[in-house]
């Protein structure tokens, strides 16, 4: 394989891995819900920004880690209680309306909060680039690639093998049935909302030595993230991994053979082209309508 | 006698109203918004010089009063605040526009409604045509091109790539970069570009690696999409000089780039290293004052941007001073006859033909080393 | 009451935020029939505002087309568009096709935004003013009444596509896709009439913007002022044309307001988005129609 061709796949591989995290916080909430949460962005961005704050403070990082994923769990859990929950009969486009809101008041108040400024997180391990083959990779991106799976495995065992796990897959199959057997889907929604909060902090602090954070670095990742989740299929945690990794594959492949202008074009004519042959993305499960 | 007194007392107290009413500077910055880390300095510089100004006793006798709106990058939203200004604030003269599509929006209601309007925002196109009552005082994205090629060629370069952005003032640049590189005797071999939100810019660079004969790159670019062009480029471990633009020119690039930063080269304003200006150098006084009143009181790194604002404000107030009025005609006529004036960007020649007035030496060769600027002593 | 309004408006400034309102309003009432009556979600028609805009003021500016005659062949063309992927995206339902829609909107930003020879790119281009049989129309108040006038026409037209039968029928899909499909409404070219109708009339809105302002950037056609749009329709009503209006109205003129504010618009706005959604899932005007009728049948 050519150097260039290697390195165009390490490029993909290590963007994919960011939208696959992103996007397993879509999926974990749509899930439980149906409701995309459009703020999802928001909790990647608090994640990085309120480390780099504890940092500042003088605390050392793994506390820091552990701090911002806890504040961002806790703003997952506000917005369930405060935004969500009273509004959980609404129509699909006014549950949109109201997750975009949230992600509009949060930039808003972490424009405030923080600064406007971009900031940095040191890498974990280092920024000795990796040779493979005559291409380089960042160790960053092993950090990431290797959360990412040990995330999924831990969720794959939390669905299956705990009960509010179950739980919550139970409301995502059938609300009502669900309540009958006794769940709480109050407090599923509650424990959806804050697990994808705090994935989605995890994300954003991995990715944060690579990308770098700032208030509005939400926006964009959020919207790929979305992307990659309905690619992959909503409702899908592998789909959604599945999906991150192939739309940054995409994307580095589109910019180093075709047009680096055009990369973000290809990547979405090509979810376009996927939707129309499977209206379900790659792995979304066929749904049927009841009259 | 009481009637006169009375009279007396009117015009007096009418001359003292006319008087007592204050000059209006109006402003539309992007405060927030993706353009923000180039508004937010500005609201601030303005702010604090306004407040200057009045506790100094105020212009012609009068004091000062900034009426300032957040268009937050977005050319409508500036130009309804633009027509806000004019018309319902009544404002005497209009400093701002942060990036080049807010103010090129605006262009229009400024020629139409006879208001001076002094810009911020860096492409050529601002002030070429001339207009008459549109200047600028940011040094253009042409001459940041030509002070780079003028760079290269003296470290030998004559084979150079090109990799930018998607905003407006990369792709400016890049446009200015690729018309001016063949006056300068630079061709460009390859030219790349990156989205947004990008974070990883490695498959550009690869291609910009495998070009054959390339001997320099230059990244057009601002906000973090340079930072990342940076790591990047050591990762790879591409070894041809980088150059950046001075849309990165401040110590948060250098931050955020970290050790990948050392050795590249970029034109700024002397404002980045004030205190280390020679004595002698005749901009030192005003960045050295103008850095340390920022610094103290917004405790944060002084920015070039800023520095425009604080240029834009106080050429506007110089020019009320020169023609002894506020009225539009007379300000905009001194204004265009400004010379000699010393700002943070540089030494500023006005005239009929060009509303810009800095030339090549106001820009400065800079290079990172070790965390932090120094100039680049020519030869070098 | 679009008569009356003139009389509150004291200068140009004002004017030209109550043509900003008028002209969003032909949108949202387009779009309402797609999101209120068709029960359809749409996160791109920017796209097809910026379309609209940009076909216009480059026909007008690079080839010299009369900017009546760009206007319409950009609006047509829009149409045209729209009634080709309408087909393939509207057999997606809920967030796939919000993700679709979303897709599509982004790439007219990002084409429009980087072919800078034609469309000056992030910058924008400057457009001529419009001119109809050679004069051209020019002045708050001329261009208040013609967006006044188009408002009005566009508002009728939408009422009486309502309450025909065609109407009836984007209702009942509404309600149920499968339902409707059962008693013989052919649901996909109902979908697509409503898509293509709020095509065109946001395209038209986009044009005469363009002409308008004088200007125009890709910030026109973002994912930022799709939301805005939607968010216009919902806010106000869905499934309600004057609920339409209302919510462009409130939405266009709130920002004025908020400049107050200055750091904390971002916040307050989202704040009010948020909270009207949730006290008032069905959006302003209805929400006040349902208390209105509370209020009379109470017993004197």
């Given at each position: ?291 | ?92 003269v209009i400093v701002g526009g942060s990036t080049t599509g807010e103010t090129m929006a605006v262009v229009p209601l400024a020629e139409a409604a006879g208001m001076p309007f002094i810009s911020l925002a860096g492409a050529v196109v601002i002030v070429e045509p001339v207009k008459k009552w549109v200047f600028k005082t940011p040094h253009t ?35 200015e970069c690729l018309k001016v590189a063949g006056k300068h005797g630079v061709s460009i071999v390859a030219d790349e570009t990156y989205g947004a939100g990008d974070t990883d810019m490695t498959a550009q660079l690869t291609k910009i690696k495998n070009a054959a004969g390339v001997q320099a790159v230059l990244n057009a670019g601002f906000g ?157 | ?63 010299g087309w009369p900017p009546l005659a760009a206007l319409a062949a950009a609006t047509a063309a829009t149409g045209a568009l729209a009634w080709l992927i309408g087909r393939p995206i509207l057999r997606l339902k809920g967030h796939y096709l919000a993700m679709a829609t979303l897709g599509f909107g982004i790439i007219v930003s990002i084409v ?189």
């Amino acid at each position: 394989m050519s150097a260039q061709l290697l390195q165009f796949l390490l490029s993909g591989l290590t963007v994919g891995a960011i939208y696959a995290l992103v996007a397993l916080g879509f999926a974990i909430i749509y899930n439980a819900s149906h409701v995309i949460n459009f703020a999802q962005g928001e909790f990647v961005m608090i994640g990085g920004m309120a480390t780099v704050s504890f940092i500042d403070a003088g605390l050392p990082l793994p506390l820091s880690i552990v701090l911002a994923v806890g504040a961002a769990a806790l703003v997952g859990l506000l917005l369930e209680k405060l935004a969500i929950e009273p509004a959980r009969n609404a129509s699909v486009v006014t549950l949109i309306i109201i997750t975009i809101g949230a992600s509009i008041l949060l930039r808003g108040l972490a424009s405030l909060a923080w600064d406007k400024k971009i900031h940095a997180l040191p890498a974990f391990s280092g920024e000795a680039p990796i040779a493979l083959g005559g291409a380089t990779l960042l160790p960053q991106t092993l950090w990431v690639l290797g959360v990412a799976a040990v995330v999924l495995a831990l969720l794959w065992w939390f669905f299956n093998r705990t009960l509010t796990g179950s739980a919550i897959l139970a409301v995502s199959h059938n609300r009502l049935a669900a309540q009958l057997m006794g769940v709480s889907v109050r407090r599923v929604l509650l424990v959806s909302f804050g697990l994808s909060a705090a994935l989605g902090a995890l994300a954003g602090i991995l990715i944060a030595p690579i990308t770098f954070t700032s208030w509005d670095v939400g926006v964009m990742l959020g919207l790929k993230g979305f992307a990659a989740a309905i690619l992959g299929g909503l409702g899908s945690g592998p789909g959604a991994v599945v999906g991150g990794l192939a739309l940054g594959m995409i994307e580095s492949l589109g910019a180093g053979y075709l047009s680096s202008a055009y990369k973000d074009v290809f990547a979405f004519l090509i979810i376009l082209a996927a939707l129309v042959v499977l209206p379900n993305g790659l792995f979304g499960r066929r749904t049927s309508e009841r009259v | 006698m009481v009637l006169r007194l009375a009279l007396l007392a009117l015009a007096a107290t009418l001359g003292f109203s006319v008087q007592a009413q204050p000059i209006r500077i109006g402003a539309f910055l992007a405060v927030t918004g993706p353009a923000a880390f180039l508004g937010d300095p500005e609201q601030k510089t303005l702010e604090l010089y306004v407040e200057k100004t009045n506790a100094a006793g105020g212009v012609l006798g009068r004091k000062l009063e900034l009426v300032s709106y957040d268009s937050a990058g977005d050319a409508e939203k500036a130009r309804t605040y633009a027509r806000r200004l004019i018309e319902q604030d009544r404002v005497d003269v209009i400093v701002g526009g942060s990036t080049t599509g807010e103010t090129m929006a605006v262009v229009p209601l400024a020629e139409a409604a006879g208001m001076p309007f002094i810009s911020l925002a860096g492409a050529v196109v601002i002030v070429e045509p001339v207009k008459k009552w549109v200047f600028k005082t940011p040094h253009t994205d042409r001459m940041a091109c030509e002070k780079i090629f003028v760079d290269m060629r003296a470290r030998g370069a004559t084979r150079a790539a090109l990799i930018s952005g998607s905003g407006g003032f990369d792709k400016s640049m890049r446009a200015e970069c690729l018309k001016v590189a063949g006056k300068h005797g630079v061709s460009i071999v390859a030219d790349e570009t990156y989205g947004a939100g990008d974070t990883d810019m490695t498959a550009q660079l690869t291609k910009i690696k495998n070009a054959a004969g390339v001997q320099a790159v230059l990244n057009a670019g601002f906000g973090q999409g340079p930072a990342i062009v940076t790591k990047n480029y050591r990762q790879l471990g591409i070894a041809v000089p980088l150059y950046q633009s001075h849309g990165v020119a401040s110590k948060q690039f250098v931050k955020l780039a970290g050790d990948a930063a050392e050795g590249v080269r970029l034109p700024a304003a002397a404002l980045l290293v004030a205190e280390t200006l020679p004595d002698a150098d005749a901009q030192k006084k005003v960045v050295v004052d103008y850095k340390r009143a920022y610094e103290a009181r917004f405790r944060q790194e002084v920015s070039t941007f800023g520095g425009h604002a604080y240029d834009g404000l106080m050429l506007a107030l110089e020019a009320m001073r020169r023609a002894g009025s506020t009225e539009k005609a007379k300000v905009r006529d001194a204004l265009e006859s400004i010379r000699g004036y010393m700002g943070t960007a540089g030494a500023v020649n006005m005239s009929a033909q060009d509303h810009m007035g800095l030339d090549l030496t106001a820009f400065r060769m800079l290079e990172v080393r070790q965390g932090d600027w120094q100039l680049v002593k020519p030869g070098h | 009451m679009l008569l009356l309004l003139p009389l509150a408006l004291p200068n140009a400034y004002t004017y030209e935020v109550a043509i900003l309102v008028g002209l969003n309003a032909i949108v949202c009432v387009g779009l309402n029939l797609l999101v209120g009556f068709a029960g359809q979600v749409s996160l791109g028609h920017a796209g097809f505002f910026g379309l609209g805009a940009y076909g216009s003021a480059i026909l007008a500016a690079r080839y010299g087309w009369p900017p009546l005659a760009a206007l319409a062949a950009a609006t047509a063309a829009t149409g045209a568009l729209a009634w080709l992927i309408g087909r393939p995206i509207l057999r997606l339902k809920g967030h796939y096709l919000a993700m679709a829609t979303l897709g599509f909107g982004i790439i007219v930003s990002i084409v429009v935004a980087n072919e800078d020879r034609v469309t000056g790119g992030p910058d924008g281009m400057s457009v001529p003013p419009l001119s109809v049989l050679g004069t051209a129309i020019a002045g708050e108040k001329t261009w208040y009444w013609l967006v006044a006038a188009l408002l009005v026409a566009t508002v009728w037209v939408a009422l009486n596509l309502i309450d025909s039968p065609r109407g009836r029928a984007l209702r009942a899909l509404h309600g149920s896709e499968t339902a409707a499909q059962a008693i013989g409404i052919d649901a996909a070219r109902h979908k697509l009439s409503a898509f293509v109708i709020s095509a065109l009339l946001a395209a038209a809105a986009g044009a005469l913007t363009a002409h308008y302002a004088g200007f125009i950037t890709p910030a026109k056609a973002s994912f930022l002022h799709s939301i805005e749009l939607i968010t216009m329709v919902v806010f106000g009503g869905m499934a309600s044309t004057f609920g339409a209006v209302v919510g462009a109205a409130v939405l266009t003129t709130l920002p004025q307001f908020l400049t107050v504010f200055k750091e904390y618009e971002m916040v307050l706005l989202g704040a009010v988005m948020m909270l009207t959604m949730i006290f008032m899932p069905r959006g302003l005007v209805p929400t006040l129609e349902k208390a209105l009728a509370a209020a009379r049948r109470k017993p004197l």
